[in-house]
């Protein structure tokens, strides 16, 4: 167990519909990112949060967004949600925001649109 | 941006043989962290062993070892004493700055 939980664990909806992951990091964690792994995509960088700021973006579509709350938990929002969105959506945590900092990654949420 | 090329998709193994998995990759950043993540069938991410990039000392945790070519931007794990549970998706990942870039993954099996 890394400490880092997820919620839900699975999720089914259907396409143009729209979806909330939510992820709270270890305790002392200041630092969340969020990862998407598809089988044709591989595992990709989302965005990372630190503080409650954003700090990182990476391959995130316009349709996704997230926050960072002031407890630290973090939410990533889905919307209009395509077939190509199915895939396992993983958080992690670290104590800093640079790479350095060991991620510890949650059990991940496993979406699939129909 | 960086990139990571793992071009062993597959692979397998012999209990309490060594096998050893390959990366590679592409960055122009001078400091920089290398990974190898495992993911076993339960989906979970788990840090096996990481490498500074300013470091010449290879790392080594346990049965699980690195062999780091900077020169030639290589970075490929070696897994002494295999072991049934070593079963899983192995990803390697490079990061400077934030966040982690992740090669496709090797798939080890591991056979009685």
């Known amino acids: 167990d890394s400490g880092v939980t997820q919620t839900p664990k699975h999720l089914i909806t259907a396409t143009g519909q729209r979806v909330t992951l939510r992820c709270s990091p270890r305790s002392g964690d200041l630092s969340v990112y969020w990862y998407q792994q598809s089988l044709d995509q591989g595992l990709q960088f989302l965005i990372q949060?630190?503080?409650?700021?954003?700090?990182a973006k990476g391959n995130i579509l316009e349709r996704f967004s997230a926050q960072q709350f002031p407890d630290l938990h973090s939410e990533l929002n889905l919307s209009s949600l395509e077939l190509g969105d199915s895939a396992l959506y993983f958080c992690?945590?670290?104590?800093?925001?640079?790479?350095?900092?060991?991620?510890?990654f949650g059990p991940g949420t496993r979406l699939t649109v129909l | 941006a960086q990139t990571v090329t793992q071009s062993q998709p597959e692979m397998s193994v012999q209990e309490a043989e060594t096998v050893t998995l390959s990366c590679t990759y592409d960055t122009s950043e001078n400091n920089y962290y290398l990974f190898w993540y495992k993911q076993p069938p339960s989906r979970q991410m788990i840090l096996v062993i990481r490498q500074e990039a300013y470091k010449q000392q290879n790392a080594t945790e346990n049965r699980f070892s690195v062999n780091f070519q900077k020169a030639a931007k290589s970075f490929s794990l070696k897994i002494s004493d295999s072991q049934l549970g070593d079963t899983a998706m192995y990803f390697c990942a490079s990061g400077s700055g934030y966040a982690l870039n992740f090669g496709k993954g090797t798939s080890l099996l591991v056979t009685p």
């Open positions: 949060y630190y503080n409650g700021e954003e700090r």
């Open positions: 992690a945590s670290s104590v800093g925001g640079w790479t350095y900092n060991e991620q510890f």
